[in-house]
């Protein structure tokens, strides 16, 4: 199965901060990697696709790059309705796998 | 627009059984492989279950080989998943999407399954 490693597992930051969360495929996915925002009690919501295709509707503010091994998901700039757990996921293998999620707290 | 409509979950007690469904819409079901994923309460997301879009191919996480089953009907544009020899640890929202590939991914809203005494 393939491994995908997402840090930080937690991060504290500020309204108006930059916000970077990484994942790592262990072994290369090309850019099937998708990524998607869960708030308490909801489903996850698609966020981008495709390592860094923007889901239509989604504020311009997320971006997302990387191939191969190593992703990043960006938020340029923190708002309020922003804290929430982030999760990648990749699509490459039929065996779909998901990231350990990273949660965004208010500091 | 595509629609996952999860349905089917509940409460049921250790070593019982459910059949959950998933009614399809807004796209050629029968191109697509799917999925079965699930979030115990408090913990991250699993994948449970895939099957390819002819049906002819299913795979299953290793934690519930042998006791969960993957289906669908692309003439009725359904997907299910029989769970047998259901445990606590079974516990959580399942949902029914469609992660494969580098497509636009989509989700269903969850349905809930609690195995409990």
């Known amino acids: 199965d393939i491994q995908m490693t997402q840090s930080p597992p937690s991060l504290s930051a500020s309204v108006g901060d930059r916000v970077t969360i990484t994942c790592r495929a262990s072994l290369s996915i090309s850019r099937y990697l998708n990524w998607y925002q869960q708030k308490p009690g909801k489903a996850p919501k698609l966020l981008i696709y495709a390592a860094s295709s923007l889901q239509s509707g989604v504020p311009s503010r997320f971006s997302g790059s990387g191939s191969g091994t190593d992703f990043t998901l960006t938020i340029s700039s923190l708002q309020p309705e922003d804290f929430a757990t982030y999760y990648c996921?990749?699509?490459?293998?039929?065996?779909?796998?998901f990231g350990g999620g990273t949660k965004v707290e208010i500091k | 627009e595509v629609q996952l409509l999860e349905s089917g979950g509940g409460l049921v007690q250790p070593g019982g059984s459910l059949r959950l469904s998933c009614a399809a819409s807004g796209f050629t079901f029968s191109s697509h492989a799917m999925s079965w994923v699930r979030q115990a309460p408090g913990k991250g997301l699993e994948w449970v279950s895939g099957?390819?879009?002819?049906?002819?191919?299913?795979y299953y996480a290793d934690s519930v080989k042998g006791r969960f089953t993957i289906s669908r009907d692309n003439s009725k544009n359904t997907l299910y998943v029989q769970m047998n020899s259901l445990r606590a640890e079974d516990t959580a929202v399942y949902y029914c999407a469609r992660i494969q590939g580098m497509g636009e991914p989509y989700w269903g809203q969850g349905t809930t399954v609690t195995v409990s005494s």
């Open positions: 996921q990749q699509s490459y293998s039929v065996l779909v796998t």
């Open positions: 099957i390819s879009s002819s049906g002819g191919s299913t």
